[in-house]
């Protein structure tokens, strides 16, 4: 159902994570694929999932770096002419203020975490807007803790609001350009950025125990969300947040 499309997939941190459960769905549904990775470290952890779906393009992408992110589009613009769509899946925090009490997070460590995890959407979706001509979608990736507080989540759960509220108002500003905005709140995933949140195997377990399906999601569920997200069976659905997390929001 994504024959021919042109799809950037942010965020993939290895075989596990949410956006390579993406990108294989995207590419399974016949979508050609640009992917990113953060630093030379990283670029090994990556590139078998860029292998897997075999992405067109591969290249760095430090989203503080404007340098970076600016080759990357161009890049994109060189091969395709075009992009149909982008996952942005990035969050980040210093580990001390991720660990700390809402009340007790650094100025700095709100600045990170805000900018690398919400502004950074901003940044992508002003360079793929002019990419987009005939339309588009972009996608993010949130968590329940936006909406509800969460225990040991901490000062991600107003930085997920952020980002929530900010794909609302792309999604107003873009929607005359036919580009689509929309977020997904996976349940808890056993993924590298999960394991730095603090009794992380508790919040698992509850989401286990209290979900109307009493199990966990799995990034591939996720993925198909995503592919069902940019593809045309939801070419009316926009700022929306979608939860892809076997009903435990509702409990």
Not at 7 to 25: E, K, T, Y
Not at 96 to 117: K, Q, T
């Amino acid at each position: 159902m994504l024959a021919g499309k042109k799809g950037l997939v942010v965020g993939v941190a290895n075989a596990d994570s949410i956006a390579a459960g993406c990108a294989r769905a995207f590419r399974a549904s016949g979508a050609d694929l640009a992917l990113t990775y953060q630093t030379d470290k990283a670029r090994k952890h990556v590139e078998p999932v860029a292998q897997e779906v075999e992405a067109e393009l591969f290249l760095p992408l430090d989203v503080t770096s404007t340098a970076q992110m600016q080759a990357l589009f161009e890049a994109i613009r060189q091969r395709w002419g075009r992009l149909d769509f982008l996952v942005h899946s990035i969050a980040f925090c210093p580990r001390e203020d991720l660990h700390a009490r809402v009340v007790d997070c650094s100025r700095d460590g709100f600045a990170v975490a805000m900018d690398i995890s919400v502004h950074s959407l901003i940044r992508l979706a002003r360079e793929a807007e002019p990419l987009m001509q005939e339309g588009g979608t972009i996608l993010t990736v949130s968590y329940h803790g936006a909406e509800k507080v969460v225990e040991n989540y901490n000062i991600m759960g107003p930085v997920k609001a952020a980002l929530e509220s900010t794909a609302r108002y792309l999604a107003a500003e873009l929607g005359p350009r036919n580009i689509r905005v929309n977020a997904m709140s996976p349940g808890p995933l056993q993924t590298r950025a999960a394991s730095g949140i603090h009794h992380f195997d508790a919040l698992i377990d509850d989401a286990r125990a209290r979900a109307p399906l009493q199990r966990l999601t799995t990034i591939d569920e996720v993925g198909a969300m995503a592919a069902c997200l940019v593809s045309e069976f939801a070419r009316s659905i926009t700022g929306n947040t979608a939860y892809i997390d076997g009903g435990h929001h509702v409990v």
